[in-house]
């Protein structure tokens, strides 16, 4: 009988040899392991998640989609900055009328437009649909055609001026002289007035 047999008891119970039995534990290192990579993987996707919500709900979802939006539009918003071509002054004929009770209005500013540059056709007192009711510094009065190109370049000369349109064909205009002109813008501010018709407007600096 061997020493690491407890005493009474033998048979099948009796152990032999002369060294205990070595009880080895389960190996589970591998499912750590799994565990522990499951969790990192767990809380990384709830980061995430959490960072998603908050960007919602701080509206950068909104910021992007703006973005993207006003990107897509700067080419149109470029192109649209650039100015139409406008008439040269000899290209324009101007006929000149006095809408005031003071006398010689009309022939000054057509002589001081004809140095200009500009075609002067009729000049007189202004018809009676018009005589002493212009209360500004004039009225430029056209066909649908002059309103974008005649206008303005007429309506350097003359600060303060209102526009108008009838249903002449014809290319020419009409400055009617107003109760309170003095006298037409000086060549220096036509110019620069021109000069700013002419440039194209800054393009947005997000494009």
């Known amino acids: 009988m061997s020493m ?3 005493p009474g008891m033998g048979g099948k119970y009796r152990i032999t040899g002369d060294a205990y039995p070595r009880m080895r534990r389960p190996r589970r290192r591998g499912r750590i392991v799994l565990a ?4 990192v993987v767990a809380l ?3 980061g995430w998640g959490t960072l998603q919500l908050v960007d919602v709900f701080a509206g950068g979802g909104e910021k992007k989609a703006v973005a993207a939006d006003h ?3 700067c080419p149109a918003a470029a192109a649209s900055a650039v100015p139409a071509a406008l008439p040269k002054n000899s290209a324009i004929k101007v006929n000149v009328y006095n809408a005031t009770p003071r006398s010689g209005l009309a022939k ?3 002589d001081e437009l004809k140095k200009r540059g500009f075609t002067v056709g009729e000049v007189g007192n202004a018809p009676a649909a018009y005589d002493k009711k ?8 056209g066909g649908p055609a002059a309103a974008k190109t005649g206008f303005p370049v007429l309506g350097t000369q003359l600060a303060g001026t209102t526009t108008r349109t009838d249903a002449r064909k014809g290319a020419d205009i009409d ?3 107003g109760s309170k002109f003095t006298a037409l813008s000086t060549p220096q501010a ?4 021109l000069s700013a018709l002419t440039k194209p407007s800054p393009a947005p600096s997000a494009c």
């Open 4 to 6: 690491l047999t407890p």
């Open 134 to 141: 212009v209360p500004g510094t004039g009225l430029l009065l």
């Open 108 to 110: 000054a500013a057509a």
């Open 175 to 177: 400055l009617i002289l």
């Open 190 to 193: 036509a110019n620069a007035a």
């Open 36 to 39: 522990a990579a499951a969790a």
């Open 71 to 73: 990107k897509r539009e």
């Open 44 to 46: 990384g996707l709830a």
